[in-house]
Nanobody
Framework: QVQLVESGGGLVQPGGSLRLSCAAS????????MAWYRQAPGKQRELVAT???????NYAGSVKGRFTISRDNAKNTVYLQMNSLKPEDTAVYYC???????????????WGQGTQVTVSS
């Protein structure tokens, strides 16, 4: 059973920083694109950042220059370093990964359970 487990959320003051982690486990053959999404109360889930199996990254305009996505392929883990946090960054953050399982064909998208990030003074 492939699973994604996030960690690192919490309460932080405006201007502060947090680092989210998301580790994939299970019968994994390959991980393609990994991504972070977020969903604020009453809003739709939105894409925050993506990173392909190499180092190619993409960011939402609202976080560009403040957030950095990275990955450790040896650990099947993706990170999101969040700096200069604003109250509008408050949301549940979800990781997503396109994973092929050992012995199976094709990629399947998996989601983590989400981690709460609250930016408030």
């Amino acid at each position: 059973q492939v699973q994604l487990v996030e960690s690192g959320g919490g309460l932080v003051q405006p201007g502060g920083s947090l680092r989210l982690s998301c580790a994939a486990s299970g019968p994994i053959a390959n991980i393609n694109t990994m991504a972070w999404y977020r969903q604020a109360p009453g809003k739709q889930r939105e894409l925050v950042a993506t990173i392909r199996s190499g180092t190619s990254t993409n960011y939402a305009g609202s976080v560009k220059g403040r957030f950095t996505i990275s990955r450790d392929n040896a650990k099947n883990t993706v990170y999101l370093q969040m700096n200069s946090l604003k109250p509008e960054d408050t949301a549940v953050y979800y990781c997503n990964a396109d994973i092929s399982q050992r012995g199976r064909l094709g990629l399947v998208g998996y989601w983590g359970q989400g981690t709460q990030v609250t930016v408030s003074s």
